[in-house]
């Protein structure tokens, strides 16, 4: 409550409202959005992102598997999107697992430039691979490193760098 201030009563309506959910069409498998057997409702800030309802399961669909569009929490989505990436640029997700943010990068490279996707934690990397390759994405190399490491190995190399560190 003292934290929050006014917006604490707006804060505790937003927990009896419907969960947001919402999932990301994959670029790199088709230019169009497929016909799918849900409701989706485009997102604002995300040029591939959609809201579906809570009633509704894509994740059972084949076509997830195929890795035609990938579940993603709707805020989730705003990062990568600011990041500002273009084909051509060399970008680096630091904190990558699961991968829904650099395979929404992918996206943006749109096969040109360069993605290294890494994953500090060696379970959480072997789930980022499975993504990466599910999700079509082929120019983008998928690592197990700790920061140190990769800036004592590639100072200066990246356009782009996303962090967003995990809370844990």
Same mark, same amino acid.
């Given at each position: 409550r003292q934290q929050l201030g006014p917006e604490y009563e707006a804060f505790l309506a937003s927990y009896h409202r419907p969960?947001? $959910?919402g999932l990301r069409l994959n670029p790199l498998k088709t230019?169009? *959005?497929p016909i799918l057997p849900f409701t989706l409702s485009p997102l604002p800030?995300?040029? /591939?992102g959609f809201w /579906?309802?809570?009633e509704e399961r894509p994740g059972l669909h084949p076509w997830h598997e195929a890795g035609l569009y990938y579940l993603q929490e709707p805020s989730a989505m705003a990062p990568a999107e600011l990041l500002g990436v273009? *084909?051509? $640029?060399?970008? $680096?997700?630091l904190c990558a697992a699961p991968g829904g943010k650099s395979t929404q990068i992918a996206g943006r490279l749109n096969g040109r430039g360069f993605l290294l996707?890494?994953?500090?934690? *060696?379970?959480?990397?072997l789930i980022l691979s499975r993504n990466m390759e599910r999700m079509g994405v082929w120019n983008a190399l998928v690592t197990n490193e700790t920061p140190a490491r990769l800036a004592q190995r590639l100072p200066g190399y990246f356009h782009r760098v996303l962090v967003d560190a995990p809370c844990s």
């Open positions: 969960r947001a $959910l230019d169009r *959005p800030w995300a040029a /591939y /579906y309802p809570s273009e *084909p051509g $640029l060399r970008v $680096l997700d996707a890494n994953e500090i934690h *060696p379970k959480r990397a």
